[in-house]
């Protein structure tokens, strides 16, 4: 495997992990998530360096519908991950403690939409391109039996179907249009449990990003037919 494929992989992976536990916001303490959403943010341009190549065609050749919304949701995913980072400066009190800028309630607002939707949305780009996981999954194993592949399945299915009740269970959907502005902890319980819960919502996003597009060609064949 080239050193630049290994590279995209090891900051994908963790990307993925600072997004799960910057969302424990509290549970990992105010400096340690501030930190952590510095790191992330620097991840973030790194991706965006190592993928340059679809930065040069994003001009070239023809935009089908399914390329549009891909499109548009890294946008909105990057437009998430900037509202993060400038809400996050005005309202730091560690890291970037120093600068002559404060944050108020607007900043606190715009910080927990960006950070509900951005986890949401990167959850559904991450399933775009699963693919690349599953193809890698099958090198290593030649020819996998048809229980095997039923196991995978029934258990991706059992995630995905308590991700939507964690989804609901951790009131993410109230955070994402700000009916409720303010993040509920509970500092008794388990934090693993509060890590597998959006573990799972995220499967279950990644699970519509995976299968979105074969849903979506799948309609468009029947329509033309």
Request: some cysteine; proline content about 2%; glycine content about 8%.
């Amino acid at each position: 495997m080239k050193l630049r494929r290994v590279l995209k992989i090891a900051v994908d992976v963790l990307m993925t992990a600072a997004l799960l536990f910057l969302m424990m916001y509290e549970r990992i303490g105010q400096a340690a998530h501030e930190w952590l959403g510095i790191g992330s943010f620097l991840l973030f341009v790194l991706h965006h360096i190592l993928n340059r190549n679809w930065h040069r065609g994003l001009f070239k050749g023809r935009y089908t519908t399914l390329r549009i919304m891909q499109t548009a949701l890294v946008v909105l995913i990057l437009l998430s991950m900037c509202g993060s980072m400038v809400s996050g400066i005005l309202l730091s009190r560690h890291a970037l403690s120093f600068l002559p800028v404060s944050g108020g309630t607007f900043a606190r607002n715009l910080h927990m939409l960006c950070a509900y939707w951005g986890f949401v949305l990167m959850s559904l780009h991450l399933g775009l391109h699963w693919s690349m996981v599953v193809g890698m999954a099958k090198k290593l194993v030649a020819k996998p039996s048809r229980s095997r592949r039923m196991i995978l399945r029934s258990a991706a299915l059992l995630i995905a179907g308590y991700g939507v009740y964690a989804f609901f269970k951790r009131g993410i959907g109230s955070y994402m249009i700000l009916a409720n502005q303010f993040a509920f902890f509970d500092f008794e319980e388990p934090l693993l449990w509060f890590l597998l819960d959006y573990m799972a919502c995220m499967g279950t996003f990644v699970g519509v990003g995976y299968y979105a597009p074969t849903v979506f060609r799948n309609g468009m064949r029947q329509k033309s037919t």
